[in-house]
């Protein structure tokens, strides 16, 4: 089973808000296996924007933590049919444009999960599961991830 990682996930990995969820996140990214996850380049992009000005992270310090996350899990693109996809989930769904863009991007890479702390907990759409790793109790579809019964 494949899962995509949104910013929040990778953004608390980076130790941005929370150490508390940065230990959960690096926990969790530690039981996933790494084969199983990709990372949306639309990501990329919003974490660097995190790292320099929520985070105050250096430019260089934040391209470096994209280059990292690049070579740690694939990295998917952000293609014409993702774009026009995520035009039809903004549209038909009310999702904000570069959110839409992420969840697309999932479902063209043959993901069945995205965890994300920001989108709706449970929403399904082009077969992703949007999931909150934060929540209790834990995704049915997490566990099966995890190898937890």
């Not at 608390?12 to 990372?39: C, F, W």
């Not at 690049?70 to 444009?97: K, N, Q, S, Y």
């Not at 399904?124 to 209790?136: E, H, I, K, M």
Request: with cysteine; net charge negative.
């Amino acid at each position: 089973m494949k899962v995509a990682l949104d910013t929040n996930i990778i953004a608390y990995a980076e130790g941005v808000n929370s150490a508390e969820k940065r230990d959960a996140v690096l926990e969790l990214l530690r039981n996933v296996p790494q084969e199983a996850a990709i990372v949306p380049v639309q990501v990329l992009g919003e974490l660097y924007n995190v790292l320099v000005r929520k985070a105050g992270r250096s430019r260089q310090t934040a391209r470096d933590a994209l280059l990292s996350w690049r070579d740690a899990f694939p990295v998917t693109a952000t293609t014409p049919e993702v774009i026009m996809m995520a035009a039809d989930l903004a549209t038909d769904h009310r999702f904000g444009i570069w959110d839409a863009v992420i969840l697309s991007a999932a479902s063209q890479a043959g993901c069945r999960l995205l965890l994300s702390e920001d989108l709706q907990h449970g929403f399904t759409w082009g077969g992703v599961t949007v999931v909150n790793p934060f929540a209790s109790p834990r995704h049915a579809l997490l566990d099966a991830l995890l190898g937890v019964e």
